[in-house]
């Protein structure tokens, strides 16, 4: 009677161990997809503000003419005059040209834009950002997630 109580008894059991490794394969699928869209999530947010720091870079370039052909104007003792239009106009600028070369994207430049002391440039960008398998399959996950980073850039040519 003992053998055959015992063949009974795992034959009971058999199968839970299937249904233990499909649920734990799950979790896992189901980490490596979060983990993945966050790291992609991440580096988009790396990729923008690479570019802020881009614009804000050639926008510290930009001279205000208006500023620098003034009758006391030129380049005096805070460097390179800025104005909050040369700096928008040139971080706009940029803009179009790394959307031209493929690099822009879904970007904008935002409020906040401009030089606050005339020789600082300060450009903010916003920027739609989606995790990659947010809009697979029937079902949308969500409109993804609109970031604003701001980069800085000083124009020191004395």
């Known amino acids: 009677m003992t053998g055959a109580g015992s063949a009974a008894a795992g034959g009971a059991d058999e199968g839970r161990i299937l249904l233990l490794s499909l649920a734990y394969a799950l979790i896992a699928v189901v980490l490596v997809l979060v983990v993945g869209a966050a790291s992609a999530v991440h580096l988009q947010r790396k990729g923008v503000l690479a570019l802020a720091d881009a614009a804000a870079v050639d926008a510290a ?18 460097g390179v005059p800025l ?3 040369s700096v928008r106009a040139s971080a706009e600028e940029f803009l179009e040209r790394a959307a031209a070369a493929g690099a822009g994207g879904d970007v904008a430049v935002g409020e906040g834009t401009g030089s606050p002391d005339g020789r600082t440039a300060v450009v903010v960008l916003v920027a739609r950002l989606e995790p ?5 399959g029937p079902l949308r996950l969500g409109e993804g ?14």
């Not at 500023?67 to 380049?75: E, F, I, S, V, W």
């Not at 997630?145 to 040519?157: E, G, H, L, N, P």
């Open 61 to 78: 370039d930009a001279l205000d003419p208006a500023g620098y052909y003034a009758p006391d104007g030129g380049l005096g003792a805070v």
């Open 83 to 85: 104005s909050d239009a």
């Open 132 to 136: 990659p398998w947010a809009s697979a």
């Open 145 to 158: 997630f609109v970031v604003r980073v701001t980069s800085r850039a000083v124009a020191r040519i004395p």
